[in-house]
C-alpha cells in the first residue's frame, strides 16, 4: 500500500512571485530541499526553478535560496542516478506568436552545478 502525505507549505524571499509545483524532498549541504516552480502571476514565459530550504518543519516553511541559482523551467522534477543528480523541467517559450515547450533535463554532481544535459521533443513535457 502506498501512504500518500499532502501538506500546505508556507515560504520566504519569493519576491512577489508564486510558487508551485514542488520536487520532492532531498537533502543537500546537511539541509531538506526542494526544487520550486516559480513565476509572476501574469506570465507563464517567466518561470523558472529555484530550490528552497526548509527552515521551520513544524510550520512547513521554506526559503528560497537564491545562492543556488535558477534554471528558466517550470514543474521541476529530480532524482539521483548513480550518484548524479538530474533535473527535469519543462522549458517554455514564445516564437513566431506561439508558445512553445519541451522537456529538457540538466545533469551535475549536485543541483549548485547542473548543466544542460539534453532536451524531449518539442512539444512534449513531463517526460519522466
Known amino acids: 500500500m502506498i501512504k500518500m502525505i499532502s501538506a500546505i507549505l508556507s515560504f520566504k524571499e519569493l519576491q512577489g512571485k508564486i510558487a508551485y509545483n514542488p520536487t520532492i524532498p532531498f537533502e543537500y549541504n ?13 506570465s507563464e514565459l517567466e518561470s523558472q526553478t529555484f530550490f528552497a530550504f526548509e527552515q521551520d518543519r513544524d510550520k512547513n516553511l521554506w526559503i528560497i535560496d537564491y545562492s543556488v541559482g535558477s534554471l528558466q523551467l517550470q514543474d521541476p522534477a529530480l532524482m539521483r542516478i548513480k550518484g548524479k543528480c538530474f533535473l527535469a523541467g519543462v522549458k517554455v517559450w514564445e516564437e513566431n506568436g506561439r508558445i512553445r515547450k519541451r522537456q529538457d533535463f540538466y545533469k551535475g554532481d549536485s543541483i549548485k552545478d547542473l548543466k544542460y544535459y539534453c532536451s524531449g521533443p518539442l512539444g512534449m513535457k513531463d517526460i519522466r
Open 30 to 42: 546537511g539541509r531538506k530541499y526542494i526544487g520550486i516552480r516559480l513565476e509572476p502571476l501574469e
